[in-house]
Structures are given as C-alpha cells and as structure tokens.
C-alpha cells in the first residue's frame, strides 16, 4: 500500500516527465546568465505574471527574502500580516540580513489585511520612525486554511501602497492556486504587485525552486542579493527544465486538487471529534481541530496514522492541516477519512 503523504505539497516529487526533462536538459553557467533552459523558464515566468523579468531561486524564502531586500534599505519597515508565512516561518530573515524592520497587521481569518489597519500602520515623517516601505500580501495564505484573495481586493491594496508611494510584494507560493480557485489568469493577481513569487516546488510537483518576477531594474537589484544569499546556482537548468514541465501541465490540473480538499473537508466534517474550519476549503488545505476530550491529540493522531501508511502534520496541539497535492488520489482522501474516523472512535 503507497503511503498517503498530506502534510505538505511540498513532498511532491517530480512527475517521470520532469525527470526526463530533467535529464535531457541544456545547461549553461546560469550565473553568467547563459543556462538557456534557466533563461527560458524565466521568460516564461514572466509572461505567466505579466512582468519584464524574473530570477530562478531555490525557494520560496529566498524568493521573498531577495524582494523585501531588493526594495528596502536597512531600517526601511515593511506592513505585512501577523498570520504570514514571511513573518513566521522565514526565520527572521528580513530582520536579521537585512535590517528591515517587520510592522504585522491583524490577517483577518480570510487572509486580507483590513485596508484601514495597513493604512494605520504608514509612519508618518518622524526622525523617531522607522520608514514605511513596503506592503506584503499572501496568496493562497497558508495560516488562514488556503484563503484566496480575489483581484478586487488585492487592487485595493494596490492602489493604497501607490497612494503612500509604498511597493506591494505578493508571496504568491501558491497564486496559480488563487488563480484555480477564482478562474483568473495569475497575471490578474499579480497586476497590483510590484513584484510577486511563486513556487515550483509546491502543488506544481517540481523538486526544487521558486521564481521571483517585477519590473527589469528590480530583477537587476535581486540577482545580486541573491549573490549575496549564496543562490547564484550553475548548472540550474537540471533544476528550471522541471519547472518548466510545471508550469507548461501541472497549472491546468490544480482543480482537481481543490476537489479533493471539499471531497475531505466534507467527509471529515462528519467525524465525531472533528472539526473542520472550513468545509467548503477554497484551495488545496483543510484545516481541522480536535476536540479537548477527543482521545488523542495532535501528534498521538500522527503516530496513530502513520500505522496506516498516512502522514499528516498537527501545526498546533489539537489544529491539523492536511494538503491535497498531485499525488494524493480520491482513493487517498476516502482511506485518510476512515483512518481518522477509526483513530478516533
Ligand atoms: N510553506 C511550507 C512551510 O514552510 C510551512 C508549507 O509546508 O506550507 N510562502 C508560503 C505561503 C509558503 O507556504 C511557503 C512554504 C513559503 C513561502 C516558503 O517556501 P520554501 O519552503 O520553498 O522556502
């Protein structure tokens, strides 16, 4: 019996034709910038965001790293929520590489930050302040159970960082799923941006790397903060030739994977114990909670699949999250129900 892994999508391995691709693939020395099949899948990335250019990165952190540090100075502060994966689970590292100081802002539990509190949150011109410079958003958010936010919204936005002559960076690690889930170009998205990432590695199944796309001069300033970071890769286009299998058939087939999380979502929400925070999921996640007198907790419900072939994750004591991915079939979703209901029974 395969094992059903749904802690992540980033488990994802690569489909056989990326690793095909992958080793079929022309190289060059990328960081002389001539590694054609890196230098066509930026091209392509572009395109897919509508912007003049973009870097290959090895991560979605480094991605969103290289954009805070490309538009900010040290002690430069940047508006972003308090829920967000850059300021949770990217180690600090806007602060300690580069001096720029985080302002979090409540995220409201459909991933937006209300419009009024990043208003709030501009410093006015005071030697004592920091300087507001930069707005981020999150598209799918992952802490608010894959939250969308839609185009209106993210214009907004847009429109209010331009008013304060502020840039909007959009950690869009998972924006072609927004785009799925909304039925929008992921250019839409992205428009208000002035510079946007996505990853690769994630629910399109490539086994590394993350793209950061904006205007030309922007690109100019990241490739050197990514010489700096230590992600100016070689022969990288081993890596790109596999985003590029992603980007050309694993785009289209996200649908399918947001099926599977209402299919889950909604066979959970039966289950005695269980509650699940959403069970219409708009994305690939499905979050649920454990009640206190359920007979096991977070990481027992863990061990207690993992007899069954079956990973999850508990983010929290009692709060699981559970990703629906490509390699994860209906076959999956109906045994990881039963396993959870059998667990808890
Ligand atoms: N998220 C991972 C973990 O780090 C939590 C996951 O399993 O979901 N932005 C967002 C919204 C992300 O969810 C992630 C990864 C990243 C950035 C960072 O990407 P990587 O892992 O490539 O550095």
């Known amino acids: ?4 892994d749904l802690r992540s999508d980033t488990v994802t391995a690569p489909t056989p034709e990326m690793r095909e691709a992958m080793a079929a693939a022309e190289v060059g020395d990328d ?4 590694d054609p099949t890196v230098n066509r899948l930026e091209a392509m990335a572009a395109e897919r965001m509508g912007k003049q250019g973009a870097m290959f990165v090895p991560s979605g952190t480094m991605g969103n790293l290289a954009a805070v540090l490309s538009h900010c100075q040290r002690g430069d502060e940047v508006i972003l929520g308090d829920q967000c994966h850059t300021f949770n689970y990217e180690a600090g590292g806007i602060a300690a590489l580069g001096g720029v100081h985080p302002h979090p ?14 208003e709030a949150a501009v410093r006015s011109e005071d030697v004592h302040f920091p300087v507001s410079r930069l707005v981020c958003l ?39 799923n927004a785009a799925a889930a909304l039925g929008v170009p992921a250019s839409r998205l992205a428009a208000p941006a002035d510079s946007v990432t996505f990853c690769l ?14 205007e030309q001069d922007f690109i100019h300033r990241a490739r050197r903060i990514r010489k700096q970071l230590g992600g100016g890769m070689r022969q990288a286009g081993i890596l790109a030739a596999a985003g590029i299998v992603a980007l050309e058939k694993m785009v289209d087939r996200l649908p399918e994977d947001h099926r ?5 979502a909604r066979r959970l929400s039966k289950i005695p114990h269980v509650t699940v925070e959403d069970p219409s999921p708009p994305s690939n996640m499905v979050y649920f909670r454990l009640s206190d007198d359920a007979r096991l907790d977070g990481t027992g419900m863990e061990e207690v699949l993992a007899r069954s ?16 991915h490509y390699w994860v079939d209906d076959e999956g979703v109906v045994r990881t129900a039963e396993a959870i209901r059998s667990a808890l029974a």
């Open 1 to 4: 019996m395969d094992w059903v």
């Open 31 to 34: 960081v002389f910038a001539d």
């Open 105 to 118: 802002v409540k995220t409201l539990p459909n991933g937006q930050l209300p419009l009024d509190a990043i």
């Open 138 to 176: 999150e598209n799918t958010h992952n802490r608010c159970g894959g939250a969308v936010l839609d185009e209106t919204y993210t214009d907004s936005v847009g429109a209010l960082a331009r008013r304060h002559h502020l840039k909007l960076h959009l950690d869009g690690a998972r924006l072609f």
């Open 201 to 214: 590695s994630k629910a399109l199944c490539a086994p590394v790397g993350s793209v950061l796309c904006g």
């Open 260 to 264: 599977r999380a209402k299919d889950l």
């Open 309 to 324: 072939r079956i990973k999850i994750h508990s983010v929290s004591a009692r709060r699981i999250r559970l990703v629906l």
